[in-house]
């Protein structure tokens, strides 16, 4: 996953690229209340369990946890469905690939920008079956050894 500078993320989906082939990774704005900006700045997210999906011709993100604020009374809900800002042809593409056979929507981030704009990565994904994340357990492993040996260490 590509960490841009500048940007400060306040979730990680660190089991999205063990899980998934990830094809394609796009940047979408969410819609968001008071309450969740500030829950978001401080760290207290998970889309470990999120995923986007089509509902009405529009793309929303679904499960995604961010808890209430604590030093407010008037709180969001914390699972509730949270749209994403696309232009027309990403979400039109976005709907046709869903609508494609095996094709998932995954929260790879939830992060801020530089402007201090909450963002979500989201990459366009199919699903790895068994053999292949072995396959790829494997091939991180032999890539840490290789380093090591690389640099002296035994």
């Known amino acids: 996953m590509a960490i841009r500078p500048g940007d400060r993320y306040a979730s990680l989906n660190r089991r999205a690229t063990f899980d998934y082939f990830i094809e394609e990774r796009l940047e979408c704005g969410m819609i968001l209340q008071g309450t969740e900006v ?3 700045r401080q760290g207290h997210a998970s ?8 509902m009405g011709g529009e793309i929303w993100l679904f499960n995604c946890y961010v808890p209430a604020y604590k030093q ?3 709180n969001h809900e914390e699972r509730r469905p949270r749209k994403l800002l696309l232009n027309k042809k990403e979400r039109n593409k976005l709907i046709g690939a869903i609508k494609r056979d095996g094709i ?5 981030g939830i992060y ?3 402007r201090g704009i909450a963002k979500l990565e989201l990459g366009v ?3 790895k079956k068994k053999q292949d994340k072995r396959a790829s ?3 991180r492993d032999w890539s840490r050894q290789k380093s090591r ?3 002296g260490e035994s």
């Open 125 to 127: 994904a199919r699903g």
């Open 104 to 108: 998932t929507l995954i929260p790879i």
């Open 112 to 114: 801020f920008n530089e």
């Open 72 to 74: 407010s009374r008037d």
């Open 47 to 54: 889309i470990n369990e999120a995923h986007a999906s089509q």
């Open 149 to 151: 040996v690389m640099r």
């Open 38 to 40: 500030k829950s978001l």
């Open 137 to 139: 357990e494997k091939e």
